[in-house]
């Protein structure tokens, strides 16, 4: 079950500037609630009303999924080296040895939400001399964090260690050793936990052209998008990937359309790049 509330308030400020602001409550009942918050700003010049410049902030969170929540666990037997343990033992990390632990993957009923802050600044020029025309230029960026992921079982033993284990994960040891090292692994919850970060930021550029003519109506758009960076961060531990232009993530994007409508008919062209 969900429900939501929201409100929003747009306040002139000056001659052409306005702001605006809004809030929104979400509450689910299979994980709790999140309260959200956006801001924005345009000025539209009266000396220049061809142009428009403006700015937003906002907050977004993902509510977890029900699979990711509640899906059965599975058992399984992998290996896994205990690096904090030989430390303990004093054992050197070349000579600590790997063994399999009994471990349990699936769904965290613990499991919080994402949450991001998104910031864009940009302006639009529609300019006079040709009616219907008009540009856009904005450059965003986006910054996440808790996203939902699967750790190694290596990094919940080093998290452990660090007492810095995520929400409904665990790890189970035995009794300590008589020297007071740490005892045996016995069992690792690697549940799905909120442990991933994800920044994007990018600018586009877009040209719209619309207009009549004797011989029909023309629609035109161009739209060219570029990515400056895509970077990924699995967990805490681990350093971020930068996959911009790697692996299916290509840095520069355009989409353009040009579609002429007379009468009854519609010609449309399309290309995607």
């Known amino acids: 079950d969900r429900k939501a509330a929201f409100a929003e308030v747009l306040v002139p400020l000056y001659e052409g500037l306005e702001a605006g602001a809004a809030v929104?409550?979400?509450?689910?009942?299979?994980?709790?609630?999140?309260?959200?918050?956006?801001?924005?700003l345009r000025y539209q010049p009266?000396?220049?009303?061809?142009?428009?410049?403006?700015?937003?902030?906002?907050?977004g969170f993902k509510a977890p999924s029900l699979t990711n929540l509640y899906s059965k666990q599975s058992q399984s037997f992998n290996g896994v080296t205990d690096f904090p343990q030989c430390e303990s033992q004093g054992v050197s990390a070349a000579d600590c040895p790997s063994y399999q632990v009994e471990n349990y993957t699936g769904g965290n009923p613990l499991l919080g939400s994402e949450e991001a802050d998104a910031y864009n600044v940009g302006f639009v020029v529609s300019p006079p001399q040709v009616e219907g025309l008009s540009f856009s230029f904005d450059y965003f960026?986006?910054?996440?964090?808790?996203?939902?992921?699967?750790?190694?079982?290596?990094?919940?033993?080093?998290l452990a260690a660090e007492g810095n284990l995520p929400a409904g994960t665990a790890v189970v040891r035995g009794?300590?050793?008589?020297?007071?090292?740490?005892?045996?692994?016995?069992?690792?919850?690697?549940?799905?936990?909120?442990?991933?970060?994800?920044?994007?930021?990018?600018?586009?550029?877009?040209?719209?052209?619309?207009?009549?003519?004797?011989?029909?109506?023309?629609?035109?758009?161009f739209q060219y998008s570029h990515m400056d960076s895509y970077k990924f961060q699995s967990s805490i531990q681990n350093d971020p990937s930068e996959f911009m232009g790697e692996q299916g993530y290509p840095e520069d994007r355009i989409n353009a359309?040009?579609?002429?409508?007379?009468?009854?008919?519609?010609?449309n062209y399309s290309l995607n790049h």
């Open 141 to 158: 960026e986006i910054e996440s964090e808790d996203r939902a992921t699967s750790l190694s079982l290596g990094q919940l033993v080093a």
């Open 46 to 59: 009266e000396v220049a009303d061809w142009l428009v410049l403006r700015a937003s902030f906002n907050e």
């Open 175 to 221: 009794a300590s050793t008589a020297d007071g090292g740490l005892g045996r692994l016995v069992r690792i919850d690697n549940v799905i936990t909120n442990a991933a970060l994800l920044d994007v930021d990018g600018w586009d550029v877009r040209a719209q052209y619309t207009n009549d003519f004797d011989f029909g109506a023309i629609d035109a758009r």
């Open 24 to 40: 929104r409550y979400d509450d689910y009942s299979d994980f709790g609630s999140a309260t959200t918050l956006a801001a924005n």
């Open 257 to 267: 359309e040009l579609r002429l409508t007379r009468d009854m008919w519609t010609v």
